[in-house]
């Protein structure tokens, strides 16, 4: 590099340069591109980082989950049960959902079983549908109907996060697991 026709490293360090229409000493140049260069490095550094992990493949094989659903104060209307695999869709998307299920209620309770499940984290989510409209009704955003999500997970604000209701499903295996709606 070259500063008014001599190389860069020819100026004594107590000589002005002027640069960009400013003068600075050659210890000011050497500590800004000091800087400078260690500004870039980090930049690079964060940005070369590696990319968080796509989610890993599922384990082969598939199970059979049997969801058993409590706490109705009624038997009026139906269950509605969806079943995820990740957290797409999660909670409210059934058509991202890996299967749904209209269940009705008996005696307090809903049973369904779902088969041929992917073996790999999975999460349910449930309401109790009293008036038949496969929707979950609320009122200025608050639920009107009873819900629950696998792993007894729930949020003070809004609903859980599909890892705070994840559960695991082994090839081959058979889980029972129970929620409670409230």
Known sequence: M????????????????????RVYNRRMIIGSRGLAIALVATTLFACASAPP???????????????????????????????????????????LAFATAVVPISDGRAVTEFEEVPAGPFAVSVFHDKDGNRRLDTVAGIPSEDYGFSADARDL???????????ELEAGESKQITIRVR
């Open 2 to 21: 070259t500063v008014i026709g001599q190389p860069f490293h020819a100026c004594p360090a107590d000589q002005p340069v002027r640069l960009f229409g």
């Open 53 to 95: 992990e796509p989610p890993g493949a599922r384990p082969s094989g598939t199970g059979r989950v049997e969801v058993t659903v409590t706490g109705f104060k009624s038997d009026d209307g139906q269950t509605m049960v969806s079943f995820y695999l990740d957290a797409q869709g999660w909670p409210d998307d059934e058509g």
């Open 157 to 167: 604000f809004g609903p859980p996060s599909f890892e705070e209701a994840r559960l």
